[in-house]
């Protein structure tokens, strides 16, 4: 079917901006079939169904609007302390200098970059894959963008128990960079791996990653998108989970012009358990949207969606949540909650939270609420001596705690708890 | 310590006069109750002290040991040494008592100048305070308030008085809600506070709470005045008579 005159153009403009196609190799195949799809669905618009609360147009445009890079000097970047196997990108180039060897045992990790015009490799049938299938039933065209055009990612698939953390470092340094990676993970059946992202990455920041979680496998994610005030960036995480597998995912937003993080999780196994969780805190220009569609598709599956955002002078979080249990998914357990704490009457949460339900015997419940702080325990708070602020702190990080608590591992829950604790005493309404 | 001149308040969102014109003055090492009737303006009268968003002073001033406190913000005049035990304690959830009590013991210290109190030091003397007001361990651990008997937050109130250590306390119904042996534990942790350079303000309606509290001075306030002021024995003609007598004489 054509597309409509004014979405042809867009993506016509942008098409003509981005760098030809690799020619040889699965990669190749694999880009080719990413980018029909996105020529058949073109470039979202604001009239599209789940983009009405997030204008697409920076995303859309042909070169990213530059953004400054940030230079955080006031505390350690994170996970700096952990035993981890880091692998970093500047402007989403690979810095092998910055890296470590990509050598782990019980894993194998390669770049997307040095791969991709192998004849046959793993991850051809993961690329694209999980993509493509969490296209319907609702179009993802960036994420195909992405498929068709990263220029580099990694590739890698656990066999084992990961002996460490892998830890994902994204640095932005140029103002008009425009970085475009996508990874792949496949975790064999009972694997276990610990993936760490962190950083702004680019002035505009496209990622799709890829997670294949057999039976068994464990796959935990934790991720802070930096502190730069002017990035955007557009992410998606597909997954899809065997029986009894787990998908833990964890993000931390503080800043950030513009954030759309989509998550599309299928648990396609028995007793599979996905828990996503966010923590945003938003301070002026600032727009964050996270967008989750969770898919029950086995029995007796748990999916938890914890999203919570603060936002202040004139933010705006926006959460759009769906589960959709399919038939036969009896004995679903289902819980989302979104909530946000508005600091003042300038900022603002929009909510979509969706259940589609075709099995009898499941439990699902979903909330979404939008408060403001409560004065009252404020000024019990001050009576005590604790100044404003602080106590403003106190109850902002008892709101976020249910998101933070989804985090498993107790010492980078600590880390983030601190980093929200200063962000809070850089950042006031009033 | 306080000295309280000719206050007049009134609702910031409403035309509403809750005070018209208060005048007290309580002296150093001073035990003061004020009792009467309800709706006439005590725990008004203990929120304006302590700097509640909501009403708005007209008239008068209100000077805790020579300082202005109606310029200060709250916790400006709770590092001054003013405490307010509220007559409804509130629930903070997701907030940690302990953390609470850490929190706001180490702000005062810090806005007076003095070191915060170490991790270790400050566990001590709230396991010890907490012990005589016979609040349990695991009430330590609750977020503030949540899920608290009535009884149980009033004596939280009292510890974070014992642990905050202020000059000026101001006690809003605090035995209200307590049972007989709660209210002699409450009574015991005051007077174990009471000394030359601490005062207080009790606000009661019951003789009962004064048997174990000595008062100095007894205040009766009714329609937003303290219409009356006199020894214990004003509190007992209360108790047996009721405030007819009293608001009748000044009516
Ligand atoms: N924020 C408010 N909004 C509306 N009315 C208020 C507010 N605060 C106080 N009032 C009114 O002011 C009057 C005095 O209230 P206050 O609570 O000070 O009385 P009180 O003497 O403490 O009574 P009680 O003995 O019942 O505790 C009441 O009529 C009360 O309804
Ligand atoms: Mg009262």
Same mark, same amino acid.
């Given at each position: ?77 994170? =996970? ?13 180039? =690979? ?142 995480? =597909? ?109 603002? =949460? ?81 | ?251």
């Amino acid at each position: 079917m054509a597309l409509p005159k004014a979405k042809e153009d867009a993506l016509a403009a942008r098409l003509a901006a981005l760098p030809a196609l690799s020619g040889k190799g699965w990669l190749a195949a694999a880009r080719a079939e990413a980018l029909a799809r996105l020529q058949a669905m073109g470039l979202p618009a604001r009239r599209d169904e789940y983009w009405r609360y997030t204008d697409p147009a920076s995303l859309n445009a042909p070169e990213p609007l530059p953004a400054q890079r940030f230079d955080v000097t006031d505390e350690a970047a994170p =996970f700096d302390g952990m035993d981890r196997l880091k692998i970093v990108f500047v402007d989403g180039v =690979f810095d092998a200098a910055a890296s470590d060897d990509l050598a782990l045992a019980g894993v194998s990790i390669e770049r997307l970059a040095t791969t991709g015009d192998t004849d046959i490799h793993w991850a051809q049938g993961l690329y694209g894959t999980l993509e493509a299938r969490g296209q319907t039933p609702v179009p993802r065209p960036l994420a195909a963008l992405n498929s068709a055009f990263a220029t580099d990612g990694v590739l890698i698939h656990v066999t084992g128990r990961a002996a460490k953390p892998i830890s994902l470092v994204y640095i932005h340094k140029s103002e008009t960079s425009d970085a475009i990676l996508h990874h792949c993970v496949k975790l064999g059946p009972g694997a276990e791996l610990t993936l760490l992202e962190n950083g702004p990455a680019a002035a505009r920041f496209s990622k799709v990653m890829e997670v294949d979680i057999a039976d068994g496998a464990s796959f935990h994610h934790i991720r802070i998108q930096g502190r730069d005030h002017e990035r955007r960036a557009v992410t998606h995480l =597909f997954a899809r989970l065997g029986a009894k597998s787990e998908l833990r995912s964890f993000t931390l937003t503080a800043n950030g012009r513009l954030t759309r993080n989509e998550a599309v999780v299928e648990l396609t196994g028995d007793e599979g358990r996905a828990h996503l969780a966010g923590a945003t805190v938003g301070d002026g220009e600032f727009h964050h949207d996270d967008t989750v569609f969770i898919t029950h598709a086995a029995v007796a599956c748990e999916s938890r969606q914890v999203f919570k955002k603060v936002l202040m002078n004139g933010a705006t979080g926006v959460f759009q949540g769906k589960i959709l249990v399919k038939p036969g998914a009896q004995k679903t357990d289902g819980y989302q909650i979104s909530q946000s704490l508005l600091l003042d009457e300038d900022s603002q =949460f929009l909510a979509k939270p969706e259940l589609e339900i075709y099995a009898d015997d499941v439990k699902c419940s979903h909330g979404s609420t939008s408060g403001a702080i409560d004065e009252t325990a404020l000024f019990y708070l001050q009576s005590r001596g604790v100044p404003r602020r602080r106590a403003q702190a106190l109850l902002v990080l008892a709101f976020l705690a249910e998101a933070i608590e989804e985090i498993a591992d107790e010492a980078i829950a600590e880390d983030i708890r601190a980093r929200l604790e200063r962000w809070l005493a850089r950042h006031g309404s009033r | 310590m306080l000295e309280i001149r000719n206050l007049h308040v009134k609702l910031e969102e409403e035309d509403k006069v809750i005070l018209r014109g208060v005048d007290l003055t309580i002296g150093a090492g001073e035990v003061h109750a004020i009792m009467g009737p309800n709706g006439s303006g005590k725990s008004t009268l203990s929120y304006v002290l302590a700097g509640r968003d909501g009403y708005e002073v007209t008239e008068g001033s209100a000077r805790l040991e020579g300082r202005e406190l109606l310029d200060m913000e709250p916790e400006e005049r709770a590092a001054a040494g003013l405490f307010l035990a509220f007559q409804y304690p509130v629930e903070i959830p997701g907030v940690g008592n302990m953390t609470f009590l850490r929190t706001a013991v180490n702000a005062q210290r810090k806005a007076r100048g003095e070191e915060e109190l170490s991790a270790g030091d400050f566990l001590k003397v709230v396991r010890e305070k907490a012990r005589t007001l016979k609040i349990d361990a695991e009430m330590l651990k609750r977020p503030v308030n949540v899920g608290f008997s009535g009884g149980e937050k009033k004596r939280n109130e009292i510890l974070q008085m014992a642990m905050l250590e202020p000059r000026m306390c101001i006690l809003d119904e605090t035995d209200s809600g307590l049972d007989v042996d709660a209210m002699k534990l409450v009574a015991d942790g005051v007077n174990a506070l009471r000394s030359d350079d601490r005062s207080f303000l009790v606000i009661t309606h019951y003789q009962r709470l004064l048997d174990h509290i000595k008062p100095d001075v007894v205040h009766i306030m009714a329609a937003g005045r303290i219409i009356r002021t006199g020894g214990p024995e004003l509190a007992l003609e209360v108790e047996n008579n009721g405030y007819a007598d009293i608001l009748g004489e000044v009516g």
